[in-house]
């Protein structure tokens, strides 16, 4: 079965670190990008930016660009989102999802495989 | 950075009305746009990709259109799990998406 798997629920406290994981499974992991998507309490869809696991290529959406890292393990399949230090405002529940065509070009970037989320907690 | 702007933020209708929802770009984005529908507690579903196909599984009642800064999904025909928050996504420059939609029961 072609799926994303993502990492359990965490509960940190703020200046605390975290990475959460998402594994996919049923097809070529090396050949399609994984993009990684936060979702607020309450609210939208926020894309945070996106890594092709074929050589490890990352693109940051600007408004995350040194809040977070995005990293991949080709040998494992297996595409990571990490925190140095987490706030209360990362509360969220974070997608990780992938493109419904292989290759590299950008051309195919619309998701249509999707994981079931991570829900991260800040709080003291 | 491209913004999407969806509109209405609500949309309050009854099963078996016309949903017709907006998406405008501050750019152009060619038809480098894509919809997607979520309901509560569960992930985003793609159903429109390059403005106007359709995803594999994708009822016929669904339908985009649009190019450049103006886009819109349709829905001929609303059934009762059409009912949920829909979201435009462009991936003319990096990707973004828009604020979202909600169809709610009238």
């Known amino acids: 079965e072609v799926q994303l798997v993502q990492s359990g629920a965490e509960l940190k406290k703020p200046g605390e670190s975290l990475k959460i994981s998402c594994k996919g499974s049923g097809y070529s992991f090396t050949n399609y990008w994984i993009g990684w998507v936060r979702q607020m309490p309450g609210k939208g869809l926020e894309w945070m930016g996106i890594?092709?696991?074929?050589?490890?290529?990352?693109r940051y959406i600007p408004s995350f660009q040194g809040q977070v890292t995005i990293s991949a393990d080709k040998s494992i399949s297996t595409a990571y989102l990490q925190w140095t230090s987490l706030k209360a405002s990362d509360t969220a529940m974070y997608y990780c999802?992938?493109?419904?065509?292989?290759?590299?070009?950008?051309?195919?970037?619309?998701?249509?495989?999707w994981g079931r989320g991570t829900l991260v907690t800040v709080s003291s | 950075e491209i913004v999407l702007t969806q509109s209405p933020a609500t949309l309050s209708l009854s099963p078996g009305e016309r949903a017709t929802l907006s998406c405008r770009a501050s750019?152009?984005?060619?038809?480098?746009l894509a919809w997607y529908q979520q309901k509560p507690g569960q992930a985003p579903r793609l159903l429109i990709y390059?403005?106007?196909n359709r995803a594999t599984g994708i009822p016929a009642r669904f339908s985009g259109s649009g190019s450049g800064t103006d886009f819109t999904l349709t829905i001929s025909s609303l059934e009762p799990e059409d009912f949920a928050v829909y979201y435009c996504q462009q991936r003319s420059n990096l990707l973004t998406f828009g604020g979202g939609t909600k169809v709610e029961i009238k």
């Open positions: 750019q152009s984005v060619s038809s480098f």
């Open positions: 999802a992938r493109p419904y065509s292989s290759g590299y070009s950008g051309s195919y970037w619309y998701f249509d495989l």
């Open positions: 890594i092709y696991p074929g050589d490890s290529d990352t």
């Open positions: 390059d403005a106007s």
